[in-house]
């Protein structure tokens, strides 16, 4: 079944797909800073769950929730970008917070 599309520019799935891909950057970027940051609860958590994954399995876990986004987002489903733009705003704070030392 082919989507219909809007005479004044591109389909809505696409520009999803965009926004879903760019926040997904953008979550690996905070990621990997914050895991390098050194911030003592990250360290804590490194310890805890390394046993169960191994060093890079938050970055599996990352990779999967992006490629869900992209899923749903080439669908058209706005619910889910929505939903993933509100984790994208609250890995900002989270590591705007532990990097500036306010966590």
Do not use: Q
Request: charged fraction near 15%; glycine fraction near 10%; charge should be positive.
């Amino acid at each position: 079944m082919k989507r219909a599309r809007s005479a004044k520019g591109p389909d809505v799935p696409h520009m999803l797909l965009i926004f879903c891909f760019i926040m997904g950057v953008a979550n690996f970027a905070m990621h990997k800073a914050v895991a390098e940051s050194g911030h003592p609860f990250v360290e804590d958590t490194k310890r805890y769950f390394g046993t169960h994954f191994n060093p890079y399995g938050s970055y599996a876990i990352e990779l999967a929730l992006l490629i869900g986004a992209l899923w749903f987002a080439n669908e058209g489903s706005m619910a889910v970008s929505l939903t993933y733009w509100a984790y994208t705003g609250i890995n900002g704070i989270a590591t705007w917070l532990l990097l500036s030392g306010k966590a």
